[in-house]
């Protein structure tokens, strides 16, 4: 079965500084994706950054970027240069199997809520 | 480039009473997927469809849920006899074959 685990409940960062959101996971496949997810109050899921357990380099989209550390079943979202509309929710996810393989449904974690001081 | 549409965006519904709703996926996907959130968790899978086969059906999907795709285009989700527990945000998302979930903005059912 797989498991993710987003131990930080709440989360407060100044804008224009970097942040970290913790992500760790647990399966017993070999090959899976881990995905970050945001979600603003308003409800819909905005995909942000992808990472395939055999990618070795960690997976950055502007902003953000994926510190994966394999060993260590970790999968931690970076967002850089925090900005107001960073502030919401944020979701760690797993697939299991290749994304190209597999039917990809993902497993969620309970989230971090992102906020943003002026 | 129009995103995952679900409709409606909020219900308000009597216990026991059966709801539907719609997904619309982005036209070039085969893959959708509906996902149910409860206030302060993470989405749960529900169901999957590849074109208009449904492949995958969580334990969550009691027999009061059933899900349709014809014709592999848009999608349904019945609820029947509604329950307390049924309160819910029902998220669609659709993919390509090779590539991460777009999801909808959300169906937010309330159960009186």
């Known amino acids: 079965a797989q498991k993710i685990t987003q131990t930080q409940p709440g989360m407060f960062v100044q804008e224009k500084e970097a942040v970290t959101l913790d992500c760790t996971y647990d399966t017993s496949d070999q090959s899976y994706g881990l995905f970050w997810y945001k979600q603003p109050s308003s409800g819909e899921m905005i995909f942000l950054i992808y990472?395939?357990?055999?990618?070795?380099q960690n997976a950055t989209e502007g902003r953000y970027s994926l510190n994966f550390q394999k060993a260590r079943k970790s999968a931690n979202l970076v967002i850089s240069a925090s900005q107001l509309g960073d502030s919401a929710m944020y979701f760690c996810a797993m697939r299991e199997g290749p994304l190209g393989a597999s039917y990809g449904k993902l497993t969620f974690g309970q989230g971090t809520i992102l906020t943003v001081h002026p | 480039d129009t995103g995952v549409s679900q409709d409606p965006r909020h219900k308000i519904t009597k216990r026991g009473q059966n709801v539907t709703f719609r997904c619309d996926p982005i036209s070039e996907h085969n893959r959708l997927y509906w996902y149910r959130q409860t206030l302060g968790q993470g989405p749960e899978f529900l169901t999957y469809?590849?074109?208009?086969?449904?492949?995958?059906k969580s334990r969550l999907l009691s027999d009061r849920f059933s899900a349709e795709r014809p014709k592999g285009s848009f999608s349904t989700l019945e609820i029947q006899r509604t329950e307390q527990g049924d309160s819910a945000m029902y998220l669609c998302?659709?993919?390509?074959?090779?590539?991460?979930?777009?999801f909808g903005d959300g169906t937010r059912l309330s159960i009186l």
């Open positions: 998302a659709s993919s390509p074959h090779d590539q991460p979930q777009h």
């Open positions: 469809f590849q074109n208009e086969a449904q492949l995958e």
């Open positions: 990472q395939g357990s055999y990618d070795e």
